[in-house]
């Protein structure tokens, strides 16, 4: 290649990343995220009545605005980023509700299926990428693949954890504890074990949907369905409260932001 075609190039690629830097804010917001996707998709559906076709047409109609922003943005811009992460998280759950409750195909099957394709998109990725570090997220194929990605792990994370909670019949609680306990043992092995960031970054990232899916369901529930009986409206606007309030922290401090090298 010469070398106005390798700047020409260059001169096309993200001189920001486009995700932010995981810190516990990250982790915070992010399950969270997965809490209101869980609620927010319930109370759309049955709570208001719009049923699942109709609300999973409106939302992946928001969702999919809310992409090309994100696509198009230069650079990580935490509302836009974060809004995105909401919106794919209802997107998620509600495909696996289509296929579970629409369609009648069972949890374990559907569980089966969103890990193979999620694990198609992984190898996909790291093949042509070379890396499946978020911090590499500097081009747009990248980025295509990060989000997919993401996609797969809320709808993957969805039916695993109604599987968990319905399935087997273990009830929200347990299943909040079961998932909170392999996402301890998956920093343990990071933090503790010295163990593949990378590789321990996307465990916890799948496991935090089934364990922010858990609690929401265990908070908004009715108590005779093993719930708290807090409502999906109570529950999804406190969340979306306390996910608005860290997304101004960001926004103000800038304290997840980082500048990488312009390359591939």
């Not at 968990?164 to 273990?170: C, F, I, N, R």
Request: proline share 2%.
């Amino acid at each position: 290649m010469n070398a106005i075609g390798l700047a020409n190039n260059k001169s096309m690629e993200q001189l920001w990343s486009k995700v932010p830097l995981v810190t516990v804010t990250f982790w915070l917001i992010k399950i969270m995220a997965t809490t209101v996707g869980e609620t927010a998709a319930d109370l759309l559906s049955a709570r208001l009545g719009l049923g699942l076709s109709i609300t999973s047409l409106i939302m992946t109609g928001v969702f999919v605005i809310f992409l090309i922003l994100q696509m198009r943005a230069r650079a990580y811009v935490p509302l836009l980023y974060w809004v995105t992460v909401v919106l794919i998280s209802v997107v998620g759950t509600l495909i696996s509700d289509n296929l579970v409750d629409g369609f009648g195909i069972s949890l374990t099957t559907t569980t089966v299926v969103f890990g193979t394709i999620l694990a198609v998109v992984f190898l996909t990725w790291y093949r042509t990428e070379h890396t499946l570090s978020i911090h590499s997220i500097v081009t747009f194929r990248r980025e295509c693949f990060y989000w997919l990605a993401i996609l797969f792990t809320f709808a993957l994370g969805t039916s695993a954890g109604d599987l968990v909670a319905e399935g087997l019949d273990l009830g929200y609680l347990a299943a909040a504890n079961i998932f909170g306990a392999m996402i301890l043992l998956t920093a343990g092995a990071y933090y503790v074990l010295d163990k593949n960031a990378v590789t321990c970054f996307w465990i916890a990232y799948i496991l935090t949907r089934p364990f922010g899916a858990s609690i929401g369901d265990l908070l908004s529930k009715p108590n005779i369905a093993g719930g708290l009986g807090l409502g999906t409206v109570t529950t999804s606007i406190i969340f979306l409260g306390l996910i608005a309030a860290l997304i101004a922290y960001l926004t103000a401090t800038r304290i997840d932001q980082e500048e990488v090298p312009n390359k591939a």
